[in-house]
Structures are given as C-alpha cells and as structure tokens.
C-alpha cells in the first residue's frame, strides 16, 4: 500500500474505531459543465496494433454517458518524421497498425488529432525509455482471498525510472458436456483487465543499480474463476515523469474516500491541448513507453486455505441460474463477454 | 398537685395553641428570587416578628423563588421547606424550630435553642467572613511610608482554579482592585498594617489583616459556600470582558461551564468548547484543529502554560490533548495580540495548568466513555513546594476486538497524556515553576495503516519581583513534536517519520510607571525550530520500499517586544505594542535553483546548493505594530478599535481538508515567504448595571501575503522540491461578531452569531501557478454564517441543565462536473476550487449534570453527567465525493462523520 493510499483510506478509520460514520448515495443533480474532449493513447516497443479513445465527456445521470467522437483524424509522428494515421474503428476507437512509425525506445512521439468540427488538439512531445524487464513474477494469497501479485526487477544505477503495471488475465471455461449424442463441449478463453482504477506506480532514481524485490503490482479477489486454469499477463511499462505524474493524479482524483484526510480534488492535467485555443480543457493522456510482458499461471490448487468451487456445480448460484439450473455461459461459453474459442499462443 | 399539673398543662397547651394558630396566620408578602434558605427565613422572621431556629448544617443548600402576597406565615414555611425533610414548630414565645421530621423531640429542640442563645449556632449569613493575617517582609526591609507592590492571586480552595473577577478592597483607604483573567490582581499600599476585604460570589469572604514590610506576593484561597453555590463565574468575567479591558476580541474559557457544556462521549475539551465562541469554527466533526475568523489552523499558537503545541489532537482530532482536570484558565486573543505574543496570524490560545495546591492534598477526574483521567495535587513543602501530577487514558482499544468486522477487530487504537508540574514559592518575590508534559497517540487498521504522534514539553519559568514598580518573568522550554505514518506488514511495510523541534527562551518584564497609568511589558523571545527530516524507512523484510531521508532544515527566530497598557484618562484607556522580528532559515538543507522566468517545477531545476546546520540560508525581519484604544462612555459601555500586523514563519503545509498527523512544519525559506497579515477590528460593549446582560458587536478585515497555497493535486510528502507544489496568495477575511450572553440568574449562557468571509486569489506569472483564473475565491474555511447557543439552567444546586446549538454554513468544496473514462479508468472532472459548498450544518447537544460536589466543601465528591450529542441524530454531511458503484455508474454520495445520536455519561470526582 502506498503512502497516499494509506491517506486515502482514512475514512475506515472513522469507521474502525466505531464512531458511526456513515456513507449514502445522494441526488446530484447540478448545472454541468459543457462537454469536453477526452483522449487516451499510447505507443509502446510492442509492434501490435495500438489503439486510441476519443471520448467526449458524460454527466452523472443515467441518460449522459460519455459518447465516443466519430470521424476524428489522428496522425502519430516521431522524432524522425514519420507520420503515420490512425484507422478508425467502432465507437471512438481507432487503431494504429505501426506499418510506418514504430515504438522505439529512445523516439520521441506526439500526435495530432483533428476533430470533426475541425478543432485541432496535440499531444507535448513524449520519449520513449528504455525497456526494464521484468524479472520474476509470482503471486500469494492471504486469508481474505486475495492473490497478490508481485514483481522482482532491478534499476540501473543512474536511470530515473518511473514504472506502471497492467495486468491482463485470460481464463479457461469448459461448458458442460452436452450428452452422448450432442456436439462436444467448448472451451473458452475468456480476457478480462485487472482492474485499473488504482495504478500500481513506482519510481526510482537512486544512483547505484536498485534491485526491487517484491514489489505489489496487482491484486485479485479468488472466487470461481478460478477454478480452472489461469494465466495473468503483467505488464510492466516504463514511462516517463509527466506520465507518471499524470497516473499519480488520476489515483488521486479518480480514488475519493470523501474523507475529511482527502486531498481536495481538482481536474486532472495531461499533456494534450487545443493549438488555437490553449485555455480550453482536453482531458487524457498520449504516452510513449516501453513494456515488458511477464506471465503467471495460476492453478487453483496453489492457493492455501481456500476451496475453490466450480461455477458450472449445480448448487453455486452467484452467476444466475439458467432455465436448467445451470448458468447460461456453462452450457454455451461464448455467451461470457470476451469469450473467445481462440487459444492463445502461450497458453 | 396530680390535678394543679394537668390544669396548668392544659391551659399552656390551649394557649400555645391559640398563639401558634394567630402566629402561622401571620400575613406575609415578600418576593424572594434566587435566594438562599437562611435568607428567606430571616426575612421571614422580620416580617413576622418571631424567632426560627434551625441547625444551620442541615438547611437545605438551594435557592429558592417565591412570590408570597398575603400569604400565612404557616403556608410560606411549608413552601420554602417542600420537598425537603425538615419540619417546623411552634415553641411558644414567638419561637419556631425547623428540625428534621424524624428528629423533632423535646431535646433536640432544647439543645437547638440553647444552642442558637449561646452562641454555638449562628445564621449562615453570618458565617461569610474569614478572618486571616499575613504578614509580607521583614519589619524595616522598606523606609516607612514607601508604597509597596503586592502582587496576589485568588484561588478556589477546593479546585485550585484562579478565582475571575473578585474584588480586593482595603477599608482603610477605600482603594480597591479586582482580579484578571488569571486571577491575578495587584494592589499598592504603603507600608503598615491593612485591612484586606476579598469577596466572590459563591465563596466565603476574607479579611486579611496584612502587615506589609515589603514587596511581594500573596495567594488567597476562597473557600465556596455552600449556601451560595449557584453563582457562576461568568458574572465576574463578564465585568472584565466588557468593561475592563482594552483587548479586543479577547476570549475567556470558564473551566467549570466547559466541563459542564455536552461533548461527543462526555469528554470536556477546551478546543471543541472554543468552537461555541463567535469567530471560531472547524472545517468539520474529527478534524484537529480549529479556524480563527477564517484562518488556517496553523494561523493559531496554541500554548499550554506558555510552551507551543504543533499537534494538540487525540485520536485524529476527535479530541484535543488538554487534560481539562488540570487546566486553570483558557485564553483566546483573536482581535487584539499583544506584542508580547508573536509568530501566528489568527489567534493565541493560551492554556494555563494549575499550580499544584501548597496546602493541601486533593485530587480530581473522572471516567467516561472512552477515557478516563486524573489529576492529583498536594504539597511537598507546606506552602512552599507544590505538584501537580495528572494523567489520561483510552480504553477504546479494549472494545475493538469484540466488533464483528474483522478488520475492525484486528485494529488497535489508544491515546494518552501525562503531565506533572512542580511550582517552588522560593520567597513572597519569587517562583518557580516546572511542567512536563507528554501526549502519545496510536492507530492502526488492521494491517493496512497507521499513525502515531507524541508531543512533549518539558519547561521551567521564574517570577521575580524586584520591586513595587517593576517584576520579571523568565521562561525557557523545550517541545518535541514527532509523528509517523505506517504500513505495518509485507513487502512494502514502512514508516514515514517527520515531526518538529521547538526550544524557547523568553524574558518579559513588567514596568509600572507614571503613577500607574502606565503597565509596560518589554522583553525579547528566542525560538529555535528544528524540523526533523522527513524519512521514508522499510520495515524489516520490506524488500519493496526504497529509503528516503528529505531535510527541511530549521530556523531561528528573535522577537523584541514592548507593550504599554495605558490609563490615559477615566474614559480612555491605549494599548500600543511593536514587535520586532528576525527569522533565519538554517539547514541542513538543498535549495534547488530554477530557471528564470519559467515556473518552478522538476523539469525547470538548473542547479541546487546544500547548506549545514549552521548556515543561514535566508533572512526576513520586520516591525508587527499593535495598537489597541478602548473609549468608556460609562462602567457599562465602551468602544474599541485595534490595529495588529502580524508575521508567521513557521507553515503548516497540509493539503487535506482536515491536518492529518503527518502533516509537515516548514519554516520560511527562499521559496516560502513568511505571512503577513495586517488585522483591523472594531467593537462595541455594553453591560447592564447588575453584569446580568453582555452585549457585544465586533468586526473585523484582515488581508494577509504569501498566504501558502497549492497546486493541484499535489504531491506534498518526501517531496525535495516542495517549492514545485506551493504556490503564494493573498487572502482576505472580514466579517462581524454579535454576542448577547447572560451571566447571572437561574438561566445562564450566551449566543453568539458570526458573518464571516475568507476569501483567497492566487495570480501568478503562469498557467500552473493560477488557481480558478486568478479570481478570488472561497478558502477551505470559509463559512459565512455560525451561530451559537449556549444554555445552562441551575435547577437547585445539585442538578443542572445544558444544551447547546450550533448552526453554520457548508464548507466550501470541489465537486466533480462530469467524467470520463480511459483506459479502463472512470476519472471525474472537477469545478473550479472551492466553488460549490456542502450542506449548512447543524447540531444540538444536551446535558444534564447530578452535582452531588456541591452538598460539601471537602471529602469525596462526585457529579454524574448524562449527555446527548446530536440529540436529533442529523447527518451532517463533511463532504461530497464520487465513485464508480457496482452497476459501473458513477454516483455522488455524502459522507457524515458522526451521523447519529451519541449518548454518553462521565462521572467527574473530586477529594
């Protein structure tokens, strides 16, 4: 736990020591502000296909969602003049193939983007550093069913690094065999995020080389996902210090316990503006950093002291029953979201 | 002679009859409010011509009201002893007993009779005067004639408080005076043998009889009455409050109301009883801490016995560290500060321990909810050598472990104080005191987090008078303030370690001069801060948590100071005050160089240099005039005006709505300005003639420089380059106080209501050095609208009856506009600082107090106090936040601190 989260969660301490604080949902209808731009994007050493959100902003009633930005132009540039155009896919996505510009530690990247009402936004110049690999990843459950997960690496001795970690998990889903005569059983891959609304971040900038052993990285509650087998993709982002301040700050302002320890929140800054007009807000970040990808599977065998139940058993009823009393994705597993029947490669 | 016997005792029954039917049928019409038994009864034997005798320790001790119109002489004795266990009869000749029901034979009415003929009883009114003699110097240490200096204090015999507001009066010359808000007086007379009258209302009047050689000193201890109990001591300090002083602003704490006022869980506190008064205020319910007209908390020097306190919370600020047991006397200054005082903007609060008692061993406490304390008091040398020792303690961490939650249960929470306070009347001229103080708080949740903090203080002072005209006071004191954050297990346990060292030496003397119209007060003061490094330590096997050690350095700073309190003339009186001070910044630390003409930020460092211990790395000084003028159209009403500038060089830098313990104390530097704040404040007094009835109004403006400020978001904790996140305002308050309080009567209190407005505008050079586009705006603590009320109803002497409300405006908060999501992440997007407000805030608390103390002077006594805070259980909202709920929508939610009822009872003892 870091420091400021140590602050952050305060309120608990009102609530441990008894003294009735209490927490309730309210109405909050306000005037809002006028709608703004959003915008998240990164190029990594990764040669994959990387995608850029352009969202503008939504209110807190049920009928304002944010809503994507259609037909935007985003063209990435680096420090040797390559440009490169972003295609555009459903729903504010757009993809970067890296056909001509590539992520290169040590590149300098900035994007353009120009909007449909022909307003145009770009990103501060960002380099990208250098990798840091991963050197060990492992996990360990406590008894309140948690995995944690946690990273060995070293820093070089005289590199500044500002690290961040993601995690990925695919998850393997038998359906329920269909009988004699029926077709056989599907096996599904399922991916999910862990989830990001906290960022694991770490920085560094000790002279002699510093070797991080055990550093949290990620945590996930152990319930009947994992039942069967797992695999945890970690990846390990060395980034730069406006990014990383800037993921320090949506901790902060994203995370509120409404504590009377809260810092006061304000409006995250990133490192994107509109070129005509600077005083008006575009939210979000574009950065330029390096990954190393690490791989953890996890079998429900390794954890200690904890019954792992099967979500397809008959009596487990969390996941809503189907009309055979069986949850729906038991029988047909591409009924979960972001099932997939494609195994991948390092499973 | 069977028959001659039963005749004559025939005829003496018939006659007495007859006599006592026309005696209980004499007519009686007085009005009687408020007042004594003994007293009524004498009265009603004027009226009625007769004689009453009573045991004067088994009277009823209360007062009574009644309005008798033509009323029998027997219908108004039965009123005035209903409800009691005391009967009366007639005797004959003109003669009525009043005995206990169970006790009225024939000889307890002989023995009562000839006890009241012989002398052996008296009326209680009677009774009030105590005769004492006392003799200060040697005979010939001063020529004949010389006028000498006493200098006295008047203490209450049982608590040892100092006594408000009583009055010396020398009958041989008709001169008189009356003690301050310390308790204090001083009175001249010339040498020879004078007769001193020392009366309070409530006590037992004494006569001393004062052979006086010499300049010195005098304590005179009153012993309460129990007859007149009921007074309270705010009628004398409603005399010095409105009439008396040229301070404006000046607030004074009466201890036995404070530990009477309802409190969350029944714990008296001197800082949560100060938020009752007009101008002062909190950001909410928990947070340490409390605002003066608008200012930041660290704007107020909080001193307890003279020595500063940089934390005065127990238990994340629920509490304050003050043992309200040991405490003497509360003073705030908010308007006016006198030059003797120095180094905040808003207020000083002065805490004042009591000595421990020269003559007698006592002890006092009480055992609440959550905490109990005591104090113990006696002499080691007969009024000579006197401690104080006194302690406190929480047992809230016993309960923990039977919660449900099992986080809850694994936590661990405790605080507690201990002080002890050694006071030496070397001589009638000389005294020395020495306090040690020590305050420890833990927290720990679970095995997540936690906090402790510890304050000490270890101080000694010496009282010289030197003679009639001229006393010194010499103080030094060592204070060490020490706090750490904690993560208690794993890979990434550590502690996070800051805190702050303050050593002090003061030297202040007191001239009077001109004939007295004069009181100078000149002295220097030195303090010596030390701000202990922010360090950053992993726990053993915390593989994942790198070491930081960030120096803040230190500083120095001198105050020369002078202070007149002049009695111009009958009508006007001046005080007038100009401090000078000198701040040096000191290392250990790295001052980092940016560019010019680029904001300060990381990536604009050029350069840093390192200084020691023992370099200054900047200097700032300057004049703080302070003029205070009091203009008396009669006794009873006067106006006052004031101007103060004042200088702070010590910060608080704390970003969070409430200070946490961690919060860091840096001293000015080159980046970090000292404040400056220049106050004006004009008000008008007014009593009425019996001080029942204090009015008040005052207002004030104040504008402030370099007001700290910060960026958005900022990362404030082992941050090297502090500088990056601070940013430099100026603000501004002003506002209006209005009081009526009533200080005498059945029904005593006050209310209080105060518009206020502090207001901030940061306008740099740059985008990132601007807060909401220059414009002024609300400061975290702005709350326009407060208002008190403050009852207390002395039902009869053991019971009594408080409440009080308290109303103000929401804070002022930021609140999210709309969100929006990226990479997974829901992040809102927030208003312009300070723009929207929470919900007004209110609260009523009742209380209600079984004072069975009041039956008797000494031995054990006891009172019970049942108190109910937040009697109609409001959730008062501390503030607004947003979350992403289960559904993945993001909603708005309240958080209440304390949103419900809290019952609480505390039983106090004394002995």
Not at chain 1, 90 to 104: E, F, N, P
Not at chain 2, 33 to 51: F, N, S, T, Y
């Amino acid at each position: 736990m870091t420091t400021n989260s140590v602050i952050y969660n305060c309120v608990w301490v009102l609530v441990a020591v008894g003294i009735s604080g209490c927490i309730k949902e309210v109405s909050f209808k306000q005037e809002t502000s006028p709608s703004a731009i959003a915008i998240y994007g990164a190029i990594t050493n990764d040669p994959r296909p990387q995608e850029l959100a352009i969202v503008q902003t939504g209110g807190f009633e049920k009928d304002d969602a944010q809503r994507p930005v259609i037909g935007a132009v985003a063209i990435l540039q680096d420090d040797l003049g390559n440009k490169e155009q972003y295609i555009e896919m459903a729903d504010g996505r757009y993809i970067l193939s890296k056909t001509i510009v590539k992520g290169v530690p040590g590149r300098t990247y900035k994007i353009e983007i120009v909007l449909p009402d022909g307003k145009i936004i770009h990103s501060n110049p960002e380099k990208m550093p250098a990798v840091l690999p991963i050197e060990k990843l492992y996990g360990r459950n406590d008894s309140t069913q948690t995995l944690t997960l946690y990273a060995d690496m070293t820093i070089p001795g005289g590199q500044e690094a500002w690290v961040r970690w993601e995690a990925d998990r695919v998850r393997l889903l038998r359906e329920l065999p269909k009988g004699p005569f029926g077709p056989p059983p599907k096996i599904c891959y399922l991916w999910t995020h862990f989830s990001r609304q906290e960022a694991n971040l770490f920085h560094s900038n000790e002279i002699n080389d510093y070797h991080v052993i055990g550093q949290d990285v990620g945590m996930s509650n152990i319930n009947s996902t994992f039942y069967e087998r797992n695999c945890i993709q970690m990846y390990q982002f060395s980034t730069t210090a406006a990014s990383y301040n800037f993921w320090g700050d949506v901790q902060k302002a994203a995370n509120p316990k409404g504590t009377i320890f809260d810092t006061p929140p304000a409006a995250v800054k990133g490192n994107l503006h509109y070129v005509s007009d600077p005083d008006t807000p575009v939210f979000g970040f574009f950065e330029a950093m390096s990954v190393d990808t690490a791989r953890l599977f996890v079998y429900r065998d390794e954890f200690e002291g904890i019954i792992v139940t099967d979500p397809c058993n008959l009596n487990y009823s969390s996941y809503g029953l189907a009309s055979n009393g069986y949850a729906p994705e038991c029988i047909d597993c591409l009924l979960k979201e972001s099932a997939t029947l494609e195994k991948p490669w390092f499973w | 002679m069977y028959r001659y016997l039963l005749v004559i005792f025939t005829t003496t029954i018939c006659f007495v009859s007859l006599r006592a039917q026309s005696l209980y049928d004499i007519a009686i019409t007085a009005k009687f409010d408020e007042v004594q038994i003994p007293a009524v009864l004498a009265e009603l034997e004027r009226k009625a011509g007769v004689h009453i005798y009573y045991h004067p320790d088994l009277i009823p001790a209360y007062k009574v009201s009644f309005d008798f119109q033509k009323s029998s002489l027997k219908v108004a004795l039965q009123q005035v002893l209903e409800g009691s266990n005391m009967r009366f009869t007639n005797i004959g000749n003109d003669k009525i007993v009043i005995g206990p029901k169970d006790q009225m034979n024939s000889a307890y009415l002989v023995d009562l009779v000839a006890g009241w003929e012989s002398g052996k009883y008296q009326s209680p009114l009677l009774m009030d005067l105590l005769e004492k003699n006392l003799i200060i110097g040697e005979t010939g240490a001063r020529v004949s004639g010389s006028k000498l200096l006493i200098k006295g204090e008047i203490k209450d015999y049982s608590t040892e408080e100092a006594i408000v507001g009583a009055t010396v009066f020398v009958r041989e010359t008709g001169d008189g005076t009356a003690t301050d808000e310390n308790g204090k007086f001083n009175l001249k007379v010339p040498t020879g043998t004078w007769s001193l009258l020392i009366e309070y209302i409530g006590y037992q009047s004494v006569l001393v009889k004062l052979t006086a050689n010499d300049d010195g000193n005098m304590t005179i201890v009153l012993n309460p009455n129990p007859l007149q109990l009921t007074e309270v001591l705010v009628k004398g300090e409603a005399v010095q409050r409105s009439t008396n002083s040229t301070n404006l602003g000046l607030e004074k704490l009466d201890v036995k109301v404070m530990r009477e006022l309802p409190s969350l869980l029944g714990e008296s506190d001197v800082v949560k009883s100060l938020l009752y008064l007009p101008g002062v205020s909190t950001v909410g319910e928990g947070s340490g801490g409390f605002n003066v007209r608008g200012g930041n908390i660290d704007q107020n020097l909080v001193m307890q016995d003279g020595m500063p306190l940089f934390n005065a919370s127990h238990a994340l600020g629920f509490f304050s560290v003050f043992n309200a047991d040991a405490v003497d006397n509360v003073t705030l200054y908010k308007g006016h500060i006198p030059a003797q005082y120095g180094g905040r903007l808003s207020s000083v609060l002065d805490v004042g321990l009591k000595d421990g008692n020269r003559f007698g061993w006592h002890g006092n406490g009480s055992v609440g909810v959550i905490s109990s304390k005591a104090v113990l008091e006696g002499p080691i040398i007969k009024d000579k050598l006197s401690i104080l020792v006194g302690g406190r303690g929480s047992y809230i961490g016993y309960i923990l472990p039977q919660v449900r939650n099992r986080s809850v249960a694994r936590s661990a929470t405790r605080f507690n104080d201990q002080l002890a306070k050694i006071t030496w009347r070397i001589s009638p001229k000389a005294t020395f005191r020495v306090l040690g103080v020590n305050t420890y708080d833990y927290f720990r949740y679970d095995n997540e987090f936690g906090y402790d903090w510890q304050n000490q203080q270890l101080g000694a002072s010496l009282d010289l008078i030197h003679n009639s005209h001229f006393s010194t006071s010499v103080s030094v004191s060592g204070v060490r303030y020490k706090a750490s954050l904690f993560d208690p297990e794993g890979n990434d346990a550590f502690s996070l370690i800051s805190g702050i060292d303050n050593y002090k030496a003061k030297i202040e003397n007191l001239l009077l001069t001109g004939q007295d119209k004069h009181s100078l007060r000149f002295g220097v003061e030195a303090n010596l801060f030390d701000t202990a490094p922010e360090q950053l330590e992993p726990k053993e096997g915390a593989t994942a948590v790198l070491p930081k050690k960030v120096e803040r350095g230190g500083g120095r700073e001198f105050g020369f100071f002078v202070q007149d309190e002049w009695k111009f003339n009958p009508r006007i009186s001046i005080s007038v005050g100009l401090r000078y001070s000198l701040f040096q910044q000191t290392g250990p630390v790295t001052v980092y160089n940016y560019e010019p003409n680029a904001p300060k930020e990381d990536e604009t460092v050029v350069g840093e240099e390192t200084f020691s211990a023992s370099d200054v790395v900047k200097s700032y000084q300057g004049f703080e005039p302070r003029a205070s003028v009091k203009y008396s159209f009669d006794e009873y009403t006067s106006v006052k005006g004031s101007y103060n500038l004042l200088r702070q060089y010590v910060h608080l830098i704390s970003n969070t709505a409430a200070p946490t313990p961690v919060d860091l104390w840096q001293v000015s530097g080159p980046y970090l300005p000292p404040q400056v704040a220049d106050q004006y404040s004009l008000g008008i007094y007014k009593n009425t003639e019996n001080t029942m009835w204090e009015y008040s109004l005052e207002g004030y403006f104040k504008k402030i420089k370099n007001q700290p400020e910060y960026k958005d978001l900022p990362d404030l904790l082992l941050n090297e380059r502090l500088e990056t996140e601070l940013l430099q305002g100026k603000g501004r308050t002003w506002g209006a106080e209005v009081s009526i309080r009533k200080a005498t009567g059945k029904w005593t209190g006050w209310v209080s209501y105060t518009f206020s407005r502090a207001e901030v505008q940061v306008n740099g050079t740059y985008p990132s050095e601007t807060i909401n586009g220059g414009k002024w705006y609300p400061s975290g603590f702005d709350k326009p609208h407060q208002l008190s009320v403050v009852g207390r109803c002395q039902i009869n002497p053991r019971n009594i009856f408080n409440f009080n409300f308290t109303y103000n405006s929401g804070r002022p908060i930021t609140v999210p506009l709309n969100y929006y999501s990226i990479n997974g992440v829901v992040i809102p997007n927030y208003s312009e600082r300070n723009s929207f407000r929470i919900k007004d805030y209110h609260r009523l608390d009742l209380a209600y107090t079984i004072d069975n103390s009041k039956a008797k002077v000494k031995g054990w006594r006891g009172s019970l106090t049942f108190s109910v805070y937040n009697i109609y259980a409001r959730k008062n909202p501390f503030s607004v936040f947003f979350k992403r709920n289960n559904n993945e929508r993001v909603s708005a939610y309240e958080l209440s601190v304390l949103g419900t009822v809290m019952p609480a009872m505390t039983y106090n003892f004394t002995f």
